[in-house]
């Protein structure tokens, strides 16, 4: 689950996509292919100018357009090429994706109580977050491992898709992961390599704090 473990002082940056229309509505996307509004595109160009200072030597990107459209960004300032996956893809949840949160809890309420409790739950039928985690934590390491000592990796991705690669990363329980705190639109956390492996460095970076709109709020 960690890294290998020899301190090479590797980084890996998870920065979440811009904001869409669904975001700014509380509908929940999950794997729904929703594009950046006008504002997510300009979050995604403003981060990428402060992303490129940490001199990244790979991009990697969920396929959905929302991901693929921020990534083009960092892309854009600093040459590189983006590496496109459907494992970094968020959660599906099945008859949850497109409402909104009220209508969630309206509907489905008890499924939703559980999960805020930790419990293992297939959101509307969905993906558990642990299922989650095994498919997006492997692809998100087999990319650092291609890293140069002192590397930077950034992975383009999904607020809960995040989470639980973080939590998959950092070799904690699944059931703590709620613990980590959603991320804001086009803002980003930074696991670095340590003599025992990957650990959190930074969490939710990039703007002062603020509303989180998606499908972990």
């Known amino acids: 689950m960690n890294g290998s473990g020899g301190g090479r002082g590797r980084r890996i940056v998870l ?7 669904w975001n700014v ?15 997510g595109v300009a979050q995604a160009r403003r981060a990428a100018r402060l992303l490129a200072a940490l001199r990244p030597d790979a991009i990697i990107a969920s396929d959905l357009s ?6 083009a960004e960092l ?8 590496a496109s996956d459907a494992a970094l893809r968020e959660t599906y949840a099945g008859v949850w994706q497109g409402l909104t949160h009220e209508e969630i809890i309206e509907r489905h309420g008890e499924q939703y109580a559980a999960w805020k409790r930790g ?6 039928g969905g993906e558990l977050e642990t299922e989650v985690a095994e ?10 491992e291609k890293l140069p000592d002192g590397g930077t990796l950034v992975v383009v991705s999904h607020g809960g898709t995040i989470r639980t690669t973080i939590g998959r990363l950092l070799g904690l329980e699944p059931r703590s992961w709620e ?7 086009c803002c980003w956390s930074v696991l670095g390599e340590g003599a025992r492996g ?18 972990d709020d």
């Open 25 to 39: 509505e509380r509908r929940f996307q999950g794997s729904t292919d929703i594009e950046l509004t006008g504002t």
């Open 66 to 71: 929302r991901a693929r459209a921020t990534a």
């Open 119 to 124: 419990e293992p739950v297939r959101r509307g």
């Open 198 to 215: 990957w650990r959190l460095l930074e969490h939710n970076a990039g703007t002062l704090p603020e509303p989180v709109l998606g499908d």
């Open 75 to 82: 892309a854009a300032v600093t040459g590189l090429e983006v």
């Open 179 to 185: 613990a980590l705190g959603g991320l804001t639109n």
């Open 135 to 144: 498919r997006a934590a492997p692809v998100v390491l087999s990319h650092a």
């Open 15 to 21: 920065w979440r996509h811009g904001q869409t229309a």
